[in-house]
Every structure is written in C-alpha cells, then in structure tokens.
C-alpha cells in the first residue's frame, strides 16, 4: 500500500490549484471586509495573513510527502500567533482571521465557507449527552471576541455570534446570538458588514 502511494505523482506535488483557488478566494472575501480593492504587501505581512497563507499551503499538502512539513510549520507558527487551526483542515475557501491571538478549533468541527474568526474564539467538541460532537456552520458566519460554540450543534448560514456569547443550541440562519446565556433574534443580513463579500 505504502509502495502504490509512492508511485503515484500526486503524493510528491501540493495541490496547486486548490491552493490558488482558496488564496486568491481568501484575498477578494478579506479585501471586501477591509472595504479595499485588494490586499497590499504591508498587510499581507500581519501575523494573521502570514499565517492564513500557510494555514492554504498545509491544506494543499494533504496526501503528499510534503504535509508533515508544512504541518509543523503551521504548528509552530499556532504557538507563535496563538491561531490554533492546525488540527482542523476543514476550513473551505473564504476565511477571515481578525487577529492574532488565541483562536481553537476542534479537529471535527465543519465549515462551509464565508467565515470569520476573531481572538478568543474556541469552537469546541462536547464528550457526552445529546450534544456529543462538534458544531457544523454554515456559509457567512462571523464569529466575534472571546465567543464559544461547543456540541453537536448546527449554526446556520448568515449568523452573527456577538462578543462574549456562549453558544451550545442550534441557530438558524439570518440571526444574531447574544450573551451567555445566549439569546437569538432574527435578523436578514445579520452579517452584512462584518465579513465580506466575493462576487464569483
């Protein structure tokens, strides 16, 4: 088995095409939010976008020889920024990683795109209950400042989870979450303005 792996191209070469059609998404959806046409050299050089990059490029290595690498390095850099995505390669296209500092995501938790991360933010697995799991969102989710998501829980598309709230429910979608306990109200574009927007 390990010999048929090693015989194949793909397992010596990253995945170029799915590292540059993430990239490229993640620059137009982070240039939108900053309300900028695109992304400048000295931006691009913040802890978050370094490590946004190399968070791409480890994804990308998925399956080849290189992944071990560009995983450690993606590991150490985790405890350089404080940004612990390493364990969590779920992450599709169209991430916003507000700043650095300390941000933990359980390996098992899912993400279909259009999300942003800010410090403080723990997205976590509960071990017991009906909760037992780790929560799965849906597009244009916008996670803000010292927030927390846990469980077998299902956040819905358009959601905005405000600073300081405690989520272990299901929301649906087009709804702020506030508080701990936290309570949901509906609102449309409930993230209008707090993530940004790629016309593809």
């Not at 071990?68 to 940004?83: A, D, H, P, V």
């Not at 169209?94 to 795109?113: Q, T």
Request: charged share 20%; proline share 4%.
């Amino acid at each position: 088995m390990k010999l048929l792996r090693l015989l194949k191209p793909s397992y010596w070469f990253i995945d170029a095409d799915i590292f540059r059609e993430n990239w490229s998404y993640d620059l137009k959806f982070n240039a939108s939010f900053r309300g900028i046409p695109k992304m400048t050299k000295t931006e691009l050089r913040m802890p978050q976008y370094k490590y946004l990059y190399l968070y791409r490029k480890t994804q990308a290595s998925l399956n080849t020889v290189w992944y071990k690498f560009f995983f450690w390095k993606l590991r150490q850099m985790s405890y350089q920024t404080g940004i612990g995505l390493y364990e969590n390669m779920n992450i599709p296209k169209g991430l916003i990683i507000g700043h650095p500092g300390s941000i933990v995501i359980n390996g098992a938790a899912s993400f279909e795109g259009n999300v942003m991360l800010t410090h403080g933010v723990t997205i976590g697995r509960d071990i017991r209950g009906k909760r037992n799991g780790a929560p799965h969102f849906g597009r244009n989710v916008c996670i803000r400042c010292n927030s927390t998501v846990v469980g077998n829980v299902t956040i819905g598309d358009d959601v905005l989870i405000a600073p300081n709230t405690f989520v272990n429910f299901d929301v649906p979608s087009h709804s702020v979450v506030i508080g701990n306990p936290a309570s949901i109200h509906h609102k449309n574009y409930a993230t209008e303005g707090h993530i940004g927007v790629v016309n593809e």
